[in-house]
């Protein structure tokens, strides 16, 4: 597992979008893994820079989501469906064709998961990008007993809940549960890379990089996969600079 150190957001977006578009330029028929979450949108606004300045070209490219809510519809603006379009899809040369997301609408979970599976069966991330919850979630695998293999539907916790109540109008709107990449889905990429900002994350962030790879810490689970970059900013940084600041690198 590589940490890279970024001095703040525009630091480590920009940081990570060079990563992300190296995959993208490299394969132009690569298969990106996605993610949400307010984390990514700096990322995502560099490739969208990347397309305008004509550098990146997404014509061939697929792109497989890691998650969805469910009982929202893709025209509600709290989809991750919506989310997508309006940070990324909607402003590169992409085909909607190619691009993929569990369908949160679709109430028949066992039928809907192993839609999921088959496509992530057929086309498995050359990268996947990831963010993570304040409790170590990465896509929705919450913390529990066992990892999670498959994709699956989770029961969102109440921290998970509440963190994302500020994208709702009201905290009740949040839906309560999420269909979701599950471990094996996301360990299957050939290179993760995960973005954390803020001083909310720092905790977390220094639990994932020394603390025992559980499945209470999701994302600890990555200190498993031969080829994971985490870019994260000096605040999510912090716990881990008193720590352990060895394991952090400037490139
Ligand atoms: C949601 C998403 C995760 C994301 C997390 C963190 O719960 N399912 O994929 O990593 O939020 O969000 P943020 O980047 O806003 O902190």
Redesign the pocket.
């Known amino acids: 597992m590589k940490i890279i150190y970024a001095k703040d957001y525009d630091d480590m977006s920009k940081k990570a979008a060079a990563l992300l578009a190296a995959v993208v330029t490299a394969k132009p028929d690569c298969v990106l893994g996605l993610?949400?979450?307010?984390?990514p949108v700096g990322l995502y606004r560099e490739l969208i820079r990347g397309y305008e300045e004509g550098r990146l070209d997404f014509s061939r490219v697929r792109t497989v989501n890691?998650?969805e809510y469910c009982g929202l519809t893709a025209d509600s603006d709290q989809s991750y469906v919506y989310f997508m379009r309006e940070n990324l899809f909607d402003h590169i040369n992409i085909d909607p064709a190619n691009t993929h997301i569990p369908n949160g609408a679709n109430p028949d979970a066992a039928a809907e998961c192993a839609r999921y599976d088959a496509l992530l069966d057929a086309m498995p991330a050359d990268i996947q990008l990831?963010?993570?919850?304040n409790n170590g979630?990465i896509?929705?695998n919450e913390p529990a007993d066992s990892f999670a293999v498959g994709t699956h539907q989770v029961m969102l916790t109440k921290s998970?809940i509440d963190a994302?109540a500020r994208f709702f109008a009201k905290p009740e709107d949040v839906p309560r549960s999420a269909y979701t990449m599950g471990i094996a889905g996301i360990m299957r990429a050939k290179k993760i890379l995960l973005v954390a900002n803020g001083v909310n994350k720092a905790e977390i962030i220094e639990k994932v990089a020394t603390g025992p790879v559980c499945p209470q810490v999701p994302a600890s689970v990555l200190r498993l996969h031969p080829d994971v970059t985490i870019v994260a900013d000096s605040s999510a940084l912090g716990c881990l600079q008193k720590s352990c600041p060895a394991l952090i690198s400037e490139e």
């Open positions: 993610a949400t979450g307010s984390t890691l998650d990831l963010g993570i919850g979630h896509g929705f998970t994302n």
